[in-house]
């Protein structure tokens, strides 16, 4: 009986290194998901959306009401004045964001615009497809010297009126 004693005492042995090997294995999988879910979670954010815009997947556009405008035209015949309100198109939530934060830099630059223009220049389909192109190029033009230009796709006239 004292040789059965012995080998009750030595198979317990390979079955605790068994199961330390299979804790140390779960723990590094464990360590290692963690790792990998924080890596991809912190660079997951703009990237993200650039990569997906990159590959050819078309995002939905997103839409920027600007409040009215309300500016005195150049005189032709008499004092004329122009009512205006529209709503940008943009690509995605970030330059939604970025356009709001510079929202007094964007409407100087469309008033100057605006009040540089004529009745006559503006009141054909043309003239307003003309308007609605340099309104376009100058809500583009950067915010800071040598920063990106803003993502800006359309003009969408939501109401013209000229009196």
């Not at 299979?22 to 990569?51: C, D, M, N, P, Q």
């Not at 009401?65 to 122009?82: A, S």
């Not at 995605?92 to 709001?100: A, C, D, M, N, R």
């Amino acid at each position: 009986m004292k040789a059965d004693a012995k080998a009750d005492a030595a198979a317990p042995a390979p079955d605790s290194k068994k199961k330390l090997m299979i804790a140390l294995t779960a723990g590094v999988l464990v360590l290692g998901a963690g790792a990998g879910a924080g890596w991809y979670f912190s660079h997951s954010g703009e990237t993200a959306t650039k990569k997906e815009h990159k590959t050819g997947q078309v995002l939905p556009p997103e839409y920027l009401p600007v409040d009215p405008f309300t500016v005195n035209l150049q005189p032709e015949n008499g004092e004329q004045y122009l009512q205006l309100q529209f709503t940008l198109q943009v690509d995605g939530p970030t330059q939604v964001e970025l356009i709001k934060a510079n929202m007094a830099k964007v409407r100087n630059r469309v008033l100057l615009l605006l009040s540089a223009k004529r009745a006559s220049e503006i009141n054909t389909v043309e003239g307003k497809q003309q308007l609605a192109s340099e309104i376009l190029s100058a809500v583009k033009e950067p915010f800071t010297a040598k920063g990106d230009p803003q993502e800006v796709t359309d003009v969408l006239f939501t109401s013209f009126i000229i009196q």
